[in-house]
């Protein structure tokens, strides 16, 4: 049984997945496959980045692993099969290769690769590899300066805490998601409360109760806790300071 596989990085990539999949069906009807009876289809979301690929290696390795018979295992470019050339499953393919057993087909690419693959086709491999891998670093570096900009400009970049949402509110000119935060008008007004409570004394046990008792949850509707209330009261986002990094910024 042959092998068609199509990946993408996380859930959130899974609508590319379709357009993996019709160009692996394109390529098993050239070689005249029928699917389920020549080859099998998988995807999965998946880092390339993982320390360990799990769904890798349970959907794709393991099987290929107790296969008798030669294998064909098409993916579409190489940049699905690994971009991190010291990675477990990198080696465990690269060995059922060498050893025969398996052959790797990346018509994106043009390129095939099996025990006998001359030094020119691997090394083709191995700089798509480098190439994969360095353009995921680029992106990488392109979100964390997005993200240094935009604690710059006093925007946060993670999730809200209690008494904030987050929330979008719209697309640039570019199309791109703009993401923001706004007061939680079922919970901020208890945030105030809690922060006169304890400017009277109050204990955060008490507080906890108090609050409690007056109906406020977690965002998830569950119990503020007086150790949650003790967070809360020394968070300096509640002034106008957020923490990013270690380090201290005025935020809007």
Known sequence: ???LVARVSDV???KALPAQKK????????LGWR????CKYVEFDETAYHDSRK????LVIQPLQKEKELVIVVMHKIDRYSRDSSSEEKAALTKLWKQ??????????NLFINKNSPAADLFRLDIGIALAGYYSSAIRDNIRRRFDQMISDGIWVSSSPLGYLNYIKGKDDKGNILKDIRLDDGRWQHIVEGFKLRATGLSFAAIAQN??????????????????????????FYAGRMIYLGKEYPHK
């Open 23 to 30: 160009q692996l069906m394109e390529y098993a009807s050239r």
């Open 211 to 236: 609050r409690c008792d007056a109906g406020f949850t977690t965002k998830k509707g569950g119990y503020v806790s007086q150790a949650k209330w003790a967070e809360i009261l020394i968070n300096p």
């Open 35 to 38: 699917v389920n009876i020549d």
């Open 12 to 14: 959130s990539q899974r």
């Open 55 to 58: 769904k890798f290696w349970e």
């Open 100 to 109: 025969g057993r398996i052959e790797m087909h990346f018509p994106g690419d």
């Open 1 to 3: 049984m042959n092998y």
